[in-house]
């Protein structure tokens, strides 16, 4: 009886030093389950951080038309960041609201603001206060003649609009007859378009010809860094909820190993 006790007891202090997948100890130690823990905790702080920043930065919008084709796309899914109208500079894209072209929201660039004198195309290309602009972003045969129109001075306050497909789009010249020649209010605009997010583009270059002008391109929204949170905050999320079964795993095969 007495070498049947002495084994028994060799056998409960093998388990407990093992801490092995029966011992009921948590695979990886008390230390390592915590750590992971928090790991996840803290990617989901990032991963809906940045959805939420995101959500109150941005508004999405469906282009409906090809007018501002080749940058961006009819049907292409767009963000446009929420800014006052009065933040707007040459060369933005902008999503804005003018009953009488339309019952919905659209999208063009901005090409002049009050206070300057714009034609299209004398010498090949347009002018914004004498200076020719170049668009690198515009589409195929950009200076046809429907795309033409005599100078036109932007009242204070108001913004000169045009699609990057000169040749297709109803944008402020096929509003010059109309009070404010064709112009749109600043009040008018809703956000400035960012980026094209589907299909997944990305960011919307922006437009160094109006440097010409003194005008620096606006700055870049923060969509970038939302994006770097969530992605950073899901791989943390994984990476956390991943530790137990690996490191389960992994004593496993130490136990096997051991015992063979």
Request: proline letters at 6%.
């Amino acid at each position: 009886m007495s070498s049947e006790s002495g084994t028994s007891g060799t056998d409960t202090a093998v388990a407990r030093r093992g801490g092995g997948a029966g011992s009921g100890a948590p695979a990886g130690g008390r230390l390592g389950q915590r750590l992971s823990g928090l790991v996840v905790a803290l990617g989901t702080v990032l991963f809906l951080g940045g959805f939420g920043w995101a959500a109150l930065v941005y508004m999405p919008f469906t282009v409906p038309t090809a007018s501002m084709h080749p940058t961006i796309a009819a049907g292409d899914r767009v963000l446009a960041e929420r800014v006052d109208g009065s933040e707007v500079r040459r060369g933005d894209v902008v999503v804005f609201e003018q009953e009488n072209w339309a019952d919905a929201p659209l999208i063009k660039r901005v090409v002049a603001v009050g206070g300057d004198t714009v034609a299209c195309c004398a010498g090949g290309g347009l002018t914004v206060n004498g200076e020719r602009i170049d668009e690198p972003y515009v589409g195929d045969d950009p200076f046809a003649a429907t795309a033409s129109f005599s100078e036109v001075t932007v009242p204070e306050g108001r913004l000169f609009l045009l699609g990057d497909d000169r040749t297709g789009s109803l944008d402020s010249t096929a509003h010059l007859a109309e009070k404010a020649a064709g112009t749109v209010s600043r009040k008018a605009v809703k956000g400035r378009v960012d980026a094209v997010v589907w299909p997944m583009d990305g960011m919307i270059e922006p437009a160094p010809g109006f440097r010409a002008l003194g005008d620096e391109p606006s700055p870049q929204g923060p969509l970038p860094l939302q994006t770097a949170m969530a992605v950073a905050g899901a791989v943390m999320i994984f990476a956390g909820a991943a530790y137990g079964p690996v490191a389960g795993a992994l004593a496993r095969r130490r136990g096997a190993g051991a015992a063979g």
